[in-house]
């Protein structure tokens, strides 16, 4: 899976996508909370590996932490993602409980993260190991990077 790089510049609006998850599926994206960081990094090990738990874990090392939660009911975790987490201007690990998917809720969490991202003055920000690609280039307008390997995670411990 290639790196890709997302222009912060020409982000588009997410609030109507926010709104809709709210009003449709009571769905809330907000950001991560320290007292909340165990709850949350055990259920991301649960359903997505202690990597990607590892990599959030991190994320709440920054003030204002750097991750975002999405919930049903607005207590029951069913996606996340994070930026800043392994290396600075870095969206990513995220991911979306499988009943969930397919109503925004990965692109609405994408929407938050590159704009906390631009808010902090980012003007570009890399998707490390990107999948699916076709998620990002339509949803984000992320390019491929040319240069796959190595990447920032090549020299991780096996």
């Not at 320290?34 to 738990?53: D, L, Q, V």
């Not at 076709?134 to 020299?155: E, H, L, Q, T, W």
Request: a negative charge.
């Amino acid at each position: 899976m290639p790196d890709m790089l997302v222009n912060l510049y020409n982000m588009p609006s997410h609030e109507a996508l926010i709104e809709k998850l709210i009003a449709e599926d009571n769905i809330i994206i907000k950001r991560g909370m320290t007292p909340n960081m165990r709850m949350i990094c055990r259920w991301i090990e649960e359903k997505f590996g202690e990597g990607w738990a590892s990599e959030c874990q991190a994320s709440f090392t920054r003030h204002p932490s750097s991750v975002f939660v999405a919930a049903a009911d607005g207590k029951d975790i069913i996606g996340f993602a994070c930026y800043d987490a392994t290396a600075k201007g870095y969206f990513g690990p995220t991911g979306v409980d499988p009943e969930y998917r397919g109503k925004g809720v990965g692109t609405a969490l994408l929407y938050k993260c590159l704009e906390a991202l631009k808010n902090e003055g980012y003007g570009y920000a890399i998707i490390g190991g990107a999948g699916p690609i076709d998620f990002y280039r339509k949803s984000c307008g992320a390019m491929d990077i040319p240069v796959p390997s190595p990447n920032i995670y090549s020299n991780m411990l096996r």
